[in-house]
């Protein structure tokens, strides 16, 4: 048991060093899941009360991140945003990953129409460009964050079903799963204590490469106004009210929101190239 | 070649049916009761019913389906509440603006992406390898609609460089003769170059930010793809057999490597068309994107299922492009056919 994790922690540090960026997108994934679960007992200020300080006043020791035209705290705003944000993505994640990867490993495991028509589906998906499609969802659904997930969801379905179903249809021919079959072991049985067992992997792999994409997309949506309603506090739709100061040079009110979000995606996108690395070397690009 | 043309139409059907099912259900989906909308606040429950009868919202969902599809081929995609207008002619008129911005920024991309993938190939390890990996996985990361706010912070507000991050021409200059519905292509037909260089300055920022977005798939692919063409055998006969090695790169190396590049271009484009629509807002530009973004904000729907019947058409119809292209680079393609 302890020369499995000694190997482990061994990988763990080679990937590290090959990579220092690893260990910083760690450590701001953990600072970013704190701040999701402790954000509103450490906010300085309330993030929805008006007037907290002077309006549209810049950074300062007050307000480091400077305040909006109605006097609202930019630095509490953005702290609360992370649990909104954060949670959006792993929701809507978790729900594609889900039924994606059953309808995935179902049409990989017994192929014929099952396999067409969660083919078809994908591809129906595939066929609309992505974004559009989630707007044209939540348009049609109701403009709520419930929706938001709804239509975020949908468009990552694709991309867990391709990787189920391809893993699936691989290990369907494995030894192992041979050897459970000829033990008279019943077909549902093999698929859901053999096949999706082992899917999961670069399923993981498949979700952290996803998730930045996907709070990209939420707030990509609520930048638009769909989704999250003011006065809530959501990346996106703080970008979006700092917009139309960035021209009169108010500067703060878009680039701290923008700036945490940017990182929120870049950190999830670097925790997901070096799980892949650490999993599937091969697919390394 | 026609036949294998023809094989990749008759492949994009499924395609366009799945599209266009998919928007209906949308529409039959939509929030409220849109007899209960026509009708008014003051409607009775009669003239509700008179209207639900003549939407045809009291039939089968099959028949509905049908009338919907006939509307569509006849060109009757409804009506935009908030301007008036039918919904068609609003997204011809907005088209070319998204089309000219798109295809500028994907020019752009494929520009910068490709040299810079085949540099870091060529020298692995090195730093322009690094700067690929740095700039690719950054790229991705880009909210596309924070990265056009920052550009025109710099260089609209600081550095006074760009013109004012609104629409597509200074408001004192007027918009060439209508040709293509391009701005650069007209202005230069009508020989009007001051149109030109003006359309040029106002397409620079939102060019350079949806590129920035784009480039990041790009240039991983064709620097993957490449270095997986250089160590193929071919390769090293080629070298050992005493070819330039510019010959080696470019005529073996990288048409080979260009193949699965055009197969992400795929990818690329939905990227763009969707980025598009945040970039429109961002720069208040005239095209579809922004038409659907005013039309959702007022809750007017049918612009907003027009605006993605279009650009899921429009998709398809790339993708379809890229198919056939594939089958001119490819010459084994013609083979196996």
């Known amino acids: 048991m302890t020369s499995v994790w000694q190997k482990r922690l061994q990988t763990l540090r080679y990937v590290v060093g090959e990579n220092p960026l690893s260990l910083a997108a760690f450590l701001l994934f953990a600072a970013f899941v704190l701040l999701a679960l402790v954000g509103p007992s450490i906010a300085p200020f309330d993030a929805l009360a008006s007037n907290v300080g002077a309006p549209l006043s810049p950074p300062s020791l007050a307000h480091w991140f400077g305040t909006d035209s109605l006097g609202r705290d930019i630095l509490s705003r953005v702290i609360i945003a992370t649990r909104l944000d954060l949670g959006i993505a792993v929701a809507a994640v978790g729900i594609s990953c889900i039924l994606g990867g059953l309808a995935g490993a179902f049409a990989g495991y017994f192929g014929g129409w099952t396999d067409r028509i969660v083919g078809r589906l994908s591809d129906t998906i595939m066929a609309f460009p992505l974004f559009v499609l989630a707007m044209g969802i939540v348009a049609a659904l109701g403009n709520t964050v419930a929706n938001i997930v709804i239509a975020t969801a949908v468009i990552n379905l694709p991309f867990y079903i391709r990787v189920a179903r391809a893993e699936s249809s691989v290990l369907r021919n494995a030894g192992f799963v041979e050897a459970a079959r000829l033990a008279g072991n019943s077909e549902v049985r093999l698929l859901f204590h053999h096949i999706i067992p082992n899917i999961l992997p670069p399923m993981t792999v498949q979700i952290s490469l996803n998730m930045g994409w996907a709070i990209l997309n939420a707030a990509g949506l609520s930048f638009i106004g769909l989704g999250v309603r003011p006065p809530a506090a959501e990346w996106g739709i703080m970008v979006a009210e700092g917009a139309q100061y960035i021209v009169s040079g108010e500067w703060w009110i878009a680039l701290f929101p923008g700036a945490v979000l940017m990182l929120a995606v870049f950190c999830f996108n670097l925790l997901g190239d070096s799980l892949r690395d650490l999993v599937d070397p091969r697919r390394r690009t | ?337």
């Not at chain 2, 068609?88 to 603006?97: I, M, W």
């Not at chain 2, 629409?167 to 040709?179: E, K, W």
């Open chain 2, 1 to 337: 070649m026609i036949s294998t043309i023809l094989k990749r139409l008759l492949g994009a059907i499924p395609n366009l049916i799945g599209v266009v099912v998919v928007t209906f259900l949308l529409t039959r989906a939509l929030p409220g009761d849109p007899a209960a909308f026509f009708a008014g606040a003051s409607g009775t429950a009669e003239a509700v019913e008179e209207i639900r009868k003549k939407l045809g919202l009291d039939k089968s969902l099959p028949e509905q389906f049908i009338v919907y599809v006939r509307d569509l081929a006849r060109g009757d995609w409804g009506m935009s509440h908030a301007t008036g207008q039918s919904v068609l002619t609003e997204l011809t008129t907005r088209l070319p603006a998204s089309l000219e911005l798109t295809l500028a920024a994907l020019f752009l991309a494929v520009i910068v992406a490709i040299p810079l993938g085949i540099l870091a190939a060529t020298r692995p390890g090195s730093w322009i390898d690094h700067l690929c990996r740095g700039i690719a996985t950054a790229g991705v990361s880009l909210p596309t609609f924070f990265t056009g706010l920052l550009l025109a912070y710099v260089f609209y507000f600081l550095l006074g460089w760009a013109p004012a991050p609104l629409g597509r021409l200074d408001p004192y200059l007027s918009a060439p003769a209508q040709v293509t519905g391009f701005y650069l292509i007209d202005s230069l037909i009508a020989r009007d170059f001051a149109v030109f260089v003006g359309a040029l300055k106002q397409l620079i920022l939102p060019t350079v930010t949806l590129a920035l977005f784009v480039l990041a798939p790009l240039a991983r692919m064709t620097r993957a793809s490449m270095l997986g063409v250089l160590s193929a055998d071919f390769i090293r006969t080629a070298r050992a057999s005493g070819l330039a090695p510019r010959t080696v790169l470019f005529t073996y190396a990288f048409r080979n490597a260009l193949l699965p590049v055009m197969t992400t271009l795929g990818m690329v484009f939905s990227f763009l068309l969707g980025s598009n629509v945040l970039v429109e807002k961002v720069f208040a530009w005239p095209g579809i994107g922004s038409f659907a973004i005013e039309a959702l904000v007022a809750s007017d729907y049918a612009p907003v299922q027009g605006f993605v019947l279009s650009m899921a058409l429009l998709y398809v119809l790339l993708n379809l492009s890229i198919d056939i292209a594939y089958g001119f680079v490819d010459p084994r393609m013609k083979i196996e056919n």
